[in-house]
């Protein structure tokens, strides 16, 4: 019976009540050594009733074997990995050694672990225990976590247990509860019960050295009661966990020296096969009649074909006792016996052969190497660090453990471990003066710093970094180079970006190499920024196509998004990156996913699309979050400051605003200037134009002003002419008019039209009005066609023309009104006041999507395309019952009650 923790039972009871009625949740039990958290989990375990229980634990040697726990978790399941999405069911596959294949994604094993726990959930609740959390394997724990979050109508609960240790262990977005030590009368109660007959000085001490430590009470009080050697006095300087463990090794010094080899080779293997252990414990002189005084003590279990340790710390007592010569001839024991199974213990020798290894080997890196490669197939990034790390401390000369390092390094990176990637990195750094390598290792570095310092940050690396790469290597420089100019770009470093278009300029390509037409659309870059837009139309434009015609990396076709932007060609922006979101879905490149739902809103806002901006955004944060995406999570939420102040939401801009914009100036201007584009569109809808035209003119007049923000310079003159001071926009307009007539947009002539008409004096301004209009009819969006609108029945009201006023401005408010446009719908609707009409708002005017949250548009917009909810939940990393629970609640809010419904709507 738990004694002193009914708080903490009841709070994992409504865990396990809500999640049997279908509302999934997730909990990390923390506490140190010994307070409880296993105990907590068997008792959750005992209480489950009907629900289905799966149960992992984390074992520490375990730690650098790739997808162990996960395994572990699911093998009894793998019959049905054949009902997942298939990129899904092929990740596990890999991932669990069942078949060979090219490298694996690790965010589709996540997706697929997902999939397959919602599978398991729809026959009946599911319960998910995982003990000592924190030796997962990296690859177990992310797959955990990714589907412990993403779970929301599911019947599933997942408990992780965690101890407290030195290494931080993040569970971000996961409830947590800490475990403390009992009250004083609850540690009482428990000592009286487990260790009757104390003395009376005895008891106390007992119970001021273990401060309410469940397993330190009973620990400490058997050892007092058994008369051993009292190890509160001899370890009094220790913390609770390192008394435990003292009594631990008291007992453990007290065994017979065949039982203390058998336990030491034990803790030396995680598998806790017993016939292995005994067969390496023969090599000691030991016999399986001598594990029984450690049986007898309750320091292990045993079953005919495992042994168990009753407590971890057990585990580390038995191994850390042990003299250092003991250790290392077990693990030499191990790989002998382990190498006799063939490849199947082939990881797991390499390991024990590492441990046995006191000095430089090549040997044994090889074999080290030999897993990491295994482990890259699977998916276990962070295997497959731990695995070239330990390669390389073993390499027999720098060269090769630089190399070893460097992969070790770009492994922890893609594992999302950026500070042992960087520390790894300047290691290697230290170790070559091979220019390849350094190149590596500063490239990889300067990826990390874009998002933890800045762009700038990383384009300085970059640029340093391919100064490194042998002149026999160019598509090697022109990635690196082309990380550079993006990374200039974004930072508003335009000497940085003419640096890297230099670069590139310079570089002899293959003829038949793929990466023209990249080089050739960055050299485009250098000439937008430097004011030469009629140069840099044409490669930037073959590159658009050249993304819309073929597959491209998911960079270079980022690269393709931004460039359609800055040619006013946002339909192609659109299709390229809905093509490469959907390719990064389904290939699980979920770190490319917030790059291009990025682009993606920037291509939406520009066509006056505000619901699948939202959407696009509302699907990046969360992913920019989970990622440690620091700088891209800014970028979006910028995003979100332009449509809150498109939308005139005051408060909710100017908010965010203040949460973002001073961090986006230091670390990413283009993207601050997006903001402030934003915040300029809120003044100037409500009518304060002075500050608009400030703000504007900030905008468009800074280093960002030709890059995507050149759109903001109509809003820069029509601030100015509501003003009345429109002599300073004149430079500006003139860059714009000049950016105009080369893109040849139908969009942007048309905004470099309604600029001259609000500008022009007599009749001329109406003929531009009426050119704007005819453009925008056919090419642009509904924002920039109801503005122009607006403006020409305004105009149109000045000169008493009554009838022709109306003509615009109703249809303007109509549209506005659709869009949520809440600024420019009222100052329509003071137009059409003062021709005597008394509008009032029209609710039923919305867009029907406006009705729903972001994540059911984006649910309805697949299933309105005929995808199944499987289908949905595999390109949304959902499951398909959240799915089906996203769709039950937008079918009232769009006037549907079944899916065949959604097709005959305006989605």
Known sequence: MLVGRNPERARIHRLLVDAANGRSGALVVRGEAGIGKSVLLDDAASTAGTMRVLRGTGIESEAELPFGVLHQLLLPFLDRLDTLPVPQAAALSAAFGLVEGPDTNRFLIGAGTLTLLAELADDEPLLCLIDDAQWLDQGSLDALLFAARRFQTDPVAMVFAVRDTAVPFGTPGIDTLRLTGLPRSASAALLDERSPGLSAPARERVLDEAHGNPLALIELGAAQGLGHADPTEQVAPLPVTGRV????????????????????????????????????????????????????????????????????????????????????????????????????????????????????????????????????????????????????????????????????????????????????????????????????????????????????????????????????????????????????????????????????????????????????AQIGWGEMFAGRPGRAVGPMAAHLRAARAGPLDHLHRIIAGFSGLMLGDDEATIAVMSATLTDARATGALTWIPYSLEVLALGHLMRGRFVDADASVAEGVPMAEELAMDTELLVLKAVSVWLAGVRGDERGCRSLTEEVLPRLDTRHPLGAALA??????????????????????????????????????????????????????????????????????????????????????????????????????????????ARTRLLYGEWLRRRRRRGDAHSHLAPALTAFERLEALGWAERARTELAALGERPVARPQAKNPLQRLTPQEVQVVRLAASGYSNKEIGAQLFLSPRTVGHHLYKAYPKLGVSRRTELARLEL
Not at 753 to 766: F, K, M, N, P, W
């Open 245 to 520: 463990q003292e009594a631990f090794r008291a007992q453990i010094a007290g065994l017979p020296g065949a039982t203390r080899a058998l336990l030491l080779t034990a803790a030396a293997d995680a598998g806790g096969d017993l016939d292995l252990i005994l067969r390496v414990g023969r090599t000691l002189g030991a016999t399986a009649v001598d594990l029984a005084p450690a049986e007898h003590a309750h320091l292990v279990t045993l079953s005919t074909s495992r042994l168990v340790f009753r407590h971890p710390l057990v585990r580390a007592a038995a191994y850390q006792s042990a003299p250092h010569h003991q250790r290392i001839a077990v693990h030499r024991a191990f790989a002998h016996e382990l190498a006799l199974a063939g490849d199947v213990g082939a990881d797991r020798r390499a390991w024990h052969l590492a441990a046995a290894t006191t000095g430089p080997d090549e040997s044994v890196a090889a074999e080290l190497e030999r897993t990491a490669l295994r482990a890259q197939h699977r998916g276990g990034a962070m295997a497959v660090s731990a695995a070239y790390d330990r390669a390389g401390r073993l390499s027999t000369d720098n060269e090769r453990k630089a190399r070893r390092l460097g992969k070790a390094a770009q492994a922890a990176y893609d594992a999302g471990k950026p500070d042992r990637a960087v520390r790894l990195a300047a290691e290697v750094a230290s170790l070559t003066e091979d220019p390849s390598i350094l190149a590596d290792a500063l490239s990889l570095r300067a990826q990390v710093e874009y998002e933890r310092t800045s762009p700038a940050v990383d384009a300085t690396l970059a640029l340093d970094a391919a100064e490194l790469v042998p002149r026999g290597d160019p598509e090697r420089a022109v990635l690196i180079l082309t990380e550079a100019v993006c990374a200039g770009r974004n930072s508003c470093r335009l000497d940085v970006v003419a640096h890297g278009v230099r670069r590139l300029r310079a570089l002899r390509l293959p003829p038949d190499s793929g990466l023209w037409s990249v080089v050739e």
């Open 676 to 785: 402030r584009w934003g915040l300029g569109l809120l003044d100037l809808a409500a009518g304060r134009c002075d500050d608009a035209l400030r703000t504007l003119e900030d905008v468009c007049a800074g280093p960002a002003g030709r890059d995507v923000v050149v759109r903001a310079v109509p809003d820069l003159v029509e601030a100015a002419v509501r003003t009345g001071d429109t002599d300073r926009v004149l430079d500006r307009l003139a860059d714009f008019d000049h950016w105009a007539e080369h893109v040849d947009s139908p969009v942007a002539l048309a905004l470099s039209l309604r600029c001259r008409a609000l500008l022009a004096t007599g009749d001329t301004a109406e003929e531009h009005f009426s050119a704007a209009l005819r453009l925008q009819h056919a090419h642009a969006g509904p924002f920039d066609l």
